[in-house]
C-alpha cells in the first residue's frame, strides 16, 4: 500500500522536481505534558522546519493552553471539525485514554491522514484494527512513543532487527513501579511513599492503580508483541500480578539471594502462533542489566534467534522523552521530503583540550621524595590531588601506586607528567581518565 503522504522524486530520477516539497503540516491533539513537549521540539528544531510544520493544536478549553514560544501562524482551536477541515497531513494524538481518542484517530485515517499516537491503551486495544484501517486507506499509523517513552524499541524491532525471527521480548516497561521498588530496595522508603513520590514527579497514571497493578506494562507488553511477533496479543491475556504484596522484608531476603526485585513484563513465542506473556514482581540478579536499572528508566531486551539478545534502555516517561519518539515518528513520515539532516559532513573543527578527572598509575623504583617531586610538577601546573592509594606487598624496585586527580585539562597533566624529574626512578605512567557514565 502506498502511504497518501505526498512523495518526491528522486534527485536526477526523470520526474525530478526542481522546488522540494512543501513540508508536512502537523495538527496536534492534546496539549498536556506530552504534546507541549512536542511543539516545543517543533519550534525549536529549525532545522526540520522544511519538513514539518505545525499548523493546528487542538485542546478542550484551549485559551488557558496557549503558549508564547510557538509561531504566531498556529491556529489554537477546541474544535475539532476545525482540525480536519484543514486537512492535515498528519494528526498527533497525544490526548491519552480510549474515547474519544479512538474515535478520532480513526476519522483521521478515514480521511487517508496519516497518525502518530503516543496511546499504548489505544494500541493495545485497538492496533490490529486501526494498522489494517491505515493500510486499507494508503497511510501510516505510527506509535513509538506508546511503548518505552523515549526508548527506540519499536524502531529497533521493526528496522534495526528485521533481519532476525524474534523469540523472546522482556524489560521493564512501567517506569513507577521501577522508581517505587528500587527506592524499597535501597531501604529508605515505604511502597506507598514511594508512589506518592513517583506521582508527584510525574511518573505515574492519573490512577496509579494501572501502573502498581501491571496494567500499563500489560498494554505496553501488547503493543511490543504485536510488534514483534504479529500477533494480537490482548491485555486480558497478560497474567498480570501487582507488585503490591512487596514487602521490604522481601528486599532483605533477595540480597542474601544476590537478588532484588523489578516488574518484569515479558512475552515469549513458543511456537510461530503461540504466545506467553506475563507481568509482575520478580527476582533478578543484583548485578544483571534488570537488576541495575534504577529509577524511572525502562529497559526492554530483545532475544532474536540468530542475533541473540540485544537491550535498550533510557527515559520510559516524560514530556520531552516520549515527544523526542514522536518527532522522530514524524521524521519518518516525512522522508520522502529528502534526506533527515544536511546532504554532506564537512570537516568537524576538533578542541582537543578533553578535561576531566585522571587516574595515574606509577610504577617507581623506591626512594624518598617520588611523591613530592610528582605533586610539585602537579602543582605548578595547577592540578590538585585528589587522592593518594598504594597497595601493600609489591617489591620496592617496581612499586605501583596510583594518583588520582580533580578536574584538569589532558593537557596539562601531560605537561605536568613531563616535568616530573624522574630519571632515577621512573617508569612510563600510565593515565586514563575516570568516568562516571
Ligand atoms: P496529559 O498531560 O493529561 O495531556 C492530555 C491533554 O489532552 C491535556 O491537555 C488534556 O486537557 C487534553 N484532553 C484530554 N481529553 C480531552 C478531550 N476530550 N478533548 C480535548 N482535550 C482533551 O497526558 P500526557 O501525559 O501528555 O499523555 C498523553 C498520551 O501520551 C497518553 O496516551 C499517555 O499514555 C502517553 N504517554 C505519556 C507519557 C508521559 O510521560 N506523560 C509517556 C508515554 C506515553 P486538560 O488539560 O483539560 O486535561
Ligand atoms: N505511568 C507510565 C510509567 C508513564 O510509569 O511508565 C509512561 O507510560
Avoid at 522546519?49 to 503558549?67: C, E, P, Q, Y
Wanted: negative net charge; glycine residues 8%; aromatic residues 6%.
Amino acid at each position: 500500500v502506498t502511504p497518501r503522504v505526498e512523495h518526491v522524486a528522486a534527485p536526477g530520477s526523470p520526474g525530478a522536481a526542481a522546488t522540494p516539497a512543501p513540508p508536512l503540516r502537523v495538527a496536534l491533539l492534546g496539549f498536556g505534558t506530552v504534546g507541549r513537549s512536542v511543539a516545543r521540539i517543533l519550534s525549536e528544531r529549525t532545522d526540520i522546519a522544511s519538513r514539518l510544520r505545525l499548523t493546528h493544536v487542538f485542546n478542550r478549553d484551549v485559551a488557558r493552553k496557549r503558549a508564547s514560544w510557538a509561531a504566531d501562524s498556529i491556529v489554537w482551536t477546541e474544535r475539532i471539525e476545525e482540525v480536519f477541515a484543514s486537512r492535515p497531513d498528519v494528526v498527533v494524538e497525544a490526548i491519552g485514554g480510549l474515547e474519544p481518542a479512538e474515535d478520532w484517530v480513526r476519522r483521521a485515517l478515514q480521511q487517508g491522514l496519516s497518525v502518530v499516537t503516543a496511546n499504548k491503551q489505544l494500541i493495545a486495544a485497538a492496533g490490529p484494527r486501526l494498522l489494517r484501517l491505515a493500510a486499507d486507506e494508503g497511510c501510516e499509523l505510527r506509535f513509538e512513543a506508546a511503548v518505552a517513552g523515549g526508548v527506540p524499541v519499536i524502531q529497533a524491532i521493526q528496522q534495526g532487527l528485521a533481519g532476525d525471527v524474534i523469540a523472546r521480548v522482556a524489560g521493564i516497561l512501567n517506569g513507577t513501579c521501577n522508581y517505587v521498588l528500587s527506592r524499597m530496595g535501597s531501604g529508605s522508603v515505604s511502597m506507598e511513599d514511594a508512589v506518592t513520590d513517583a506521582i508527584r514527579l510525574g511518573y505515574a497514571e492519573a490512577d496509579p492503580t494501572s501502573d502498581v497493578d501491571g496494567v500499563d506494562a500489560a498494554a505496553k507488553l501488547a503493543v511490543l508483541a504485536g510488534v514483534a511477533f504479529h500477533r494480537e496479543l490482548r491485555t486480558a491475556d497478560v497474567a498480570t500480578a501487582s507488585i503490591r504484596p512487596v514487602d521490604a522484608v522481601d528486599f532483605r531476603y533477595a540480597r542474601r539471594l544476590g537478588r532484588t526485585i523489578r516488574q518484569i513484563a515479558a512475552v515469549e513465542a513458543l511456537d510461530a502462533a503461540t504466545l506467553h506473556a506475563r507481568v509482575g514482581p520478580a527476582l533478578v540478579p543484583e548485578a544483571s542489566r534488570f537488576g541495575r536499572n534504577e529509577g524511572a528508566n525502562n529497559i526492554v531486551a530483545i532475544t532474536g534467534r540468530y542475533g541473540g539478545t540485544t537491550a535498550y534502555s533510557g527515559a520510559g516517561a516524560g514530556g520531552d522523552a516520549t515527544a523526542v519518539a514522536i518527532v522522530s515518528d514524524l521524521l519518518a513520515l516525512s522522508a520522502s521530503r529528502g534526506p533527515c539532516g544536511p546532504a554532506e559532513w564537512p570537516a568537524a573543527a576538533m578542541d582537543d583540550a578533553h578535561e576531566g578527572r585522571f587516574y595515574i598509575r606509577f610504577v617507581v623504583r623506591d626512594r624518598p621524595g617520588i611523591l613530592a617531586n610528582i605533586t610539585a610538577a602537579l602543582a605548578r601546573w595547577r592540578i590538585n590531588v585528589d587522592a593518594v592509594l598504594q597497595e601493600p606487598g609489591f617489591p620496592k624496585d617496581r612499586l605501583p601506586f596510583v594518583v588520582t586527580v580533580e578536574p584538569c585539562r589532558e593537557l596539562d597533566l601531560r605537561n605536568a607528567l613531563n616535568e616530573v624529574d624522574s630519571t632515577d626512578f621512573r617508569i612510563e605512567p600510565l593515565v586514563l581518565p575516570i568516568l562516571f557514565e
